[in-house]
Nanobody, 121 residues
Framework: QVQLVESGGGLVQPGGSLRLSCTAS????????MGWYRQVPGKQRELVAL???????NYAGSVKGRFTISRDNAKNTVYLQMNSLKSEDTVVYYC???????????????WGEGARVSVSS
């Protein structure tokens, strides 16, 4: 069993910053990639940022230049630094990880339960 636990969500004023963290635990051999997604009620979940094991990253166009994703491989943790926050960023953010478990060649995808971000004056 693998579990992802998120933290760092909360309320911030427009233009402010937040830092989300997500730590994976359980039976883990390695993590191929970790990322953050967000989901507006009534819409499909969409990618915010992704980072591969080698450090390569992808960002949604709406957050590029404002958000930065990073990871600590030794701690199985991914971070999302969110700057210049806008009201449109008010949504639940979900951590995602593609995990390899011991003695397995294939990978499995896991999701966190979500961290709410509210941007309001």
């Amino acid at each position: 069993q693998v579990q992802l636990v998120e933290s760092g969500g909360g309320l911030v004023q427009p233009g402010g910053s937040l830092r989300l963290s997500c730590t994976a635990s359980g039976s883990i051999f390695s993590i191929d990639a970790m990322g953050w997604y967000r989901q507006v009620p009534g819409k499909q979940r969409e990618l915010v940022a992704l980072i591969a094991s080698g450090g390569g990253t992808n960002y949604a166009g709406s957050v590029k230049g404002r958000f930065t994703i990073s990871r600590d491989n030794a701690k199985n943790t991914v971070y999302l630094q969110m700057n210049s926050l806008k009201s449109e960023d008010t949504v639940v953010y979900y951590c995602n990880a593609i995990v390899r478990m011991p003695r397995r060649d294939s990978s499995c995808t896991y999701w966190g339960e979500g961290a709410r971000v509210s941007v309001s004056s």
